[in-house]
T-cell receptor, first 115, second 119 residues
Framework: NAGVTQTPKFRILKIGQSMTLQCAQD?????MYWYRQDPGMGLKLIYY???????DKGEVPNGYNVSRSTTEDFPLRLELAAPSQTSVYFC??????????????FGPGTRLTVL | AQSVTQLGSHVSVSEGALVLLRCNYS??????LFWYVQYPNQGLQLLLK??????LVKGINGFEAEFKKSETSFHLTKPSAHMSDAAEYFC?????????????????FGTGTRLTIIP
């Protein structure tokens, strides 16, 4: 299993450009997440999904959009990039069985710089 | 609502010394608790988890943590630090699923503790 994969690894955007961060998992996990990590701030939840076709906002959703058309994929869309979106973005997935243990598996991250 | 507090954003220990990283939680229901490790330029990796079974939990790489309800703590320890332990460590909490099915869809993470090992 590849686990959770993210592309690209690095990206530089100009202010106002748009892009999609890709995330895929091959573990058949129903729950998926997008976080951003800024120095000294820990992880902040952007969006999450509890299954195909179902998404919900996290703590910091403004400026981002998501979709979940399949169990495997959970892309994150940045519209009109701003310098405040410079960050490292992590995708994660969780099997969330009957005991509701939210053990999350993380991808390697995408480092995004907006200039 | 749940929250975690990690005391000490930076901790330095000598190689071979005890590692102690502190995590205190707040939860209105019995929690599930997790420790994750993040090596430089990598994603987070689960070290260990507490899910209301044994209060002393053993994880990977020689780490363990003890759930203490009376102190609302879940501190991470390792008897002898190794250079390869240098990383950032995150504590996280969610509601325990045996009591409530609400809120488990999200983890609440602490702000992290950066561990430096002195040769």
């Amino acid at each position: 299993n590849a686990g959770v994969t993210q592309t690209p690894k690095f990206r530089i955007l100009k202010i106002g450009q748009s892009m999609t961060l890709q995330c895929a998992q091959d573990m058949n996990h129903n729950y998926m997440y997008w976080y951003r990590q800024d120095p000294g701030m820990g992880l902040k939840l952007i969006y999450y999904s509890v299954g195909a076709g179902i998404t919900d906002k996290g703590e910091v959703p403004n400026g981002y959009n998501v979709s979940r058309s399949t169990t495997e994929d959970f892309p994150l869309r940045l519209e009109l990039a701003a310098p405040s979106q410079t960050s490292v973005y992590f995708c994660a997935s969780s099997p969330m069985g009957l005991e509701m243990i939210n053990e999350q598996f993380f991808g390697p991250g995408t480092r995004l710089t907006v200039l | 609502a749940q929250s975690v507090t990690q005391l000490g954003s930076h901790v330095s220990v000598s190689e071979g010394a005890l590692v102690l990283l502190r995590c205190n939680y707040s939860s209105s229901v019995p929690p599930y608790l997790f420790w994750y490790v993040q090596y430089p330029n990598q994603g987070l990796q689960l070290l260990l988890k507490y899910t209301s079974a044994a209060t002393l939990v053993k994880g990977i790489n020689g780490f363990e943590a003890e759930f203490k309800k009376s102190e609302t703590s879940f501190h991470l320890t390792k008897p002898s630090a190794h250079m390869s332990d240098a990383a950032e460590y995150f504590c996280a909490v969610s509601p325990g699923g045996l009591i409530s099915n609400f809120g488990n869809e999200k983890l609440t993470f602490g702000t992290g503790t950066r561990l430096t090992i002195i040769p």
